[in-house]
């Protein structure tokens, strides 16, 4: 039998009034795979995220996330079966402390649910969880921060903790190292490829080095179409690609 | 292996912080009356701590939770005539002891907010304050449709000393009433702030901050609101009841507007920011209005402009205020700040006793012109204000006095910055 793919696109549209933003996109993103997605600014990078999160209805199409239709669920329904994702614009719970922000980001998954009749700090795993990823970020010493005063980097590394720290098996991050330095940047995808051990992760990224370093799969988005995916070597190479979009950065590449 | 110590040694002795402040609490409600034993004194302490409750609920919504509810004493009224229709019940030879009232009140509460929140918790912020105010006058019109069940105008009213004794008690004497008002306030202040600390109550600040992401971190933000609506409108109901033992009597104001705004007032002039906040402006503004009404009736007009000013110049709140003080005075750099706040102290007293002044002076014209008495005096001062010489002197100090606030004010927040900056660093 074959297994289905963690998450696969069939013939999604999207339009906002008259506006198409995205036609007939299909991709499929194989279990475990780290798939890119790059394109030029406007090319429904980022609205593609918000369709499969169930941010927005789609216009047409269908969504199937291991085989299974999760097309016109809730956001938070898609995030109980799965999909975890991280924000272009950094979307925190800014009066929160650092370790706070983790805790919420865990509680779903580690049983704390709605729960009104016992105390916050009585889960243990929920605790533990939060301080194993205030390590991993490397935010032990922000912990009590509210995140809304953290430095630019220290909130992108926390938008990506509240992404993984509910350890979904698919991980979604739109443009996770968006801003940050050479070294904030090497920093970042050490832990995007750390915490994806084993996961499935489908991202958005600018910087080419990220991409090329990071993803098994390139899919290239233009115009609201799929120009081109597969492994990085043949998407280098791919003229329509070149022309569409890498142009001067394929050159500086190979 | 270090984060293990602090992690075992930590819950202990901040169990101990918590609660000594709780302890100390218990300790003042109890000895209370023993310092301040009058009939005024009593029942001023019952309505400060009913206050209390119903802003520490009110805050559940507004600063937990980022809900303005501007209907919010619907849960209150309607909690407290439960209450009072079960008092009606005792009075009537049921064994519903007088102690008991507050849970009838609290049982109201749910279940009015678990039926109106199903219409206000699918929407935020602006949406969701119309929401909440139009129910509340879809309910105040219902309850003076049926005068029956709520009294009308008049509202309803029982005997509290009228149900059965326990321990010899039947509630009658204003200190027993106290007793268990403040015991019930407090138990209640508790449980809120333990719900402050649970899964829900974190949820709720998480909602506050940024409701959408709290839908692609698994939960569903407009049943969290809910949840918490249900909450908030216990806590409120039990204050419903807790009024309705101290003042044996319930009437649609208690429902109204005029309650609901009185509530905003009071939690916005404590800070929503922190706990302990609309406990403090509850106590503060209760005083007020019970300190000044008997001196004035122009005492809501001061409540209002306290609050405007507050809005303005404080937006955290008294609780706002300390918290920012807090730290500078721990460490000693307190006293860097007080010559430029004294500073700002004339300007502060001429605007406000300008201000008092133009206030009693228009109330007094416009009784004297109703046909009310004239003469006596306006501020300590022999003021008539159907001469000009007194509008005059009131305008000038309001002037003047703003003038010197303008002045001095900004070199004292100065201060503030570079003392507070200077901890930072």
Known sequence: ?254 | MSATQTMSTVPTSSLARTFLPWLLAALLVAVMPQIFGSGFAISLLCRMAIAAVFALSFNMLMGQGGMMDFGHAVYLGLGGFLAMHAMRAANAGWWIPTPALPLVGAFGGVVMAAVGGLVVARSTRTAFAMITMGLAEAIVALVLMLPRLFGGEEGINADRSGGPAVFGWDFGSPIEAYYVVSSWALLAALLMFLFTRTPLGRLSNAVRDNAERVGFLGYDPARVRYLIYIFSGLFAGLAGGLQAINDEIITAANIGSNAAGAVLLMTFIGGTGTFIGPVIGAVLVTLMQMALGTVTDAWQIYNGLIFVIMVLWAPGGISGIILAHAPLVRNGRGRLLLPSYLRTLPGFVLAIAGTVGLCEMAYRLQSIRGGGPRGGNILFLPADPETVAPWVVAAVMTTVGIWLLAVTAPPARGAWMHASGGTQA
Do not use: C
């Open chain 1, 1 to 254: 039998m074959i297994r289905p793919a963690a998450l696969q696109l069939n013939g999604v549209y999207k339009s906002f009034g008259l506006v198409d933003v995205l036609r007939n996109v299909e991709i499929t993103v194989a279990a475990g795979e780290r798939h890119a997605i790059i394109g030029p600014n406007g090319a429904g990078k980022s609205t593609l995220f918000h369709l499969i999160t169930g941010r927005f209805p789609l216009s047409a199409g269908r969504i199937y996330l291991h085989g299974d239709d999760i097309t016109g669920r809730s956001s938070y329904d898609i995030y109980r079966l799965g999909i975890a994702r991280s924000f272009q614009v950094t979307s925190l719970f800014n009066r929160l402390s650092v370790f706070e922000n983790l805790r919420v980001g865990a509680m779903r998954v580690l049983g704390a649910g709605h729960a009104w009749w016992r105390l916050l700090d009585r889960y243990r795993p929920l605790r533990e969880r939060a301080e194993e990823m205030l390590e991993m970020l490397g935010l032990e010493e922000r912990r009590n921060v509210p995140a809304g005063l953290l430095a630019y980097a220290d909130q992108r590394a926390l938008e990506i903790g509240l992404a993984i720290v509910g350890g979904a098996n698919t991980i979604l991050l739109d443009e996770p190292t968006a801003g940050m330095s050479r070294h904030e940047t090497e920093r970042a995808v050490a832990l995007i490829r750390k915490v994806t051990e084993g996961r499935t992760l489908l991202v958005v990224e600018h910087d080419m080095g990220v991409v090329f370093d990071l993803a098994d799969r390139i899919s290239v988005l233009a115009n609201g179409n799929v120009i081109a995916s597969g492994p990085p070597s043949d998407v280098r190479g791919d003229p329509a690609v070149r022309t569409a979009y890498l142009g001067a950065v394929a050159e500086t590449l190979t």
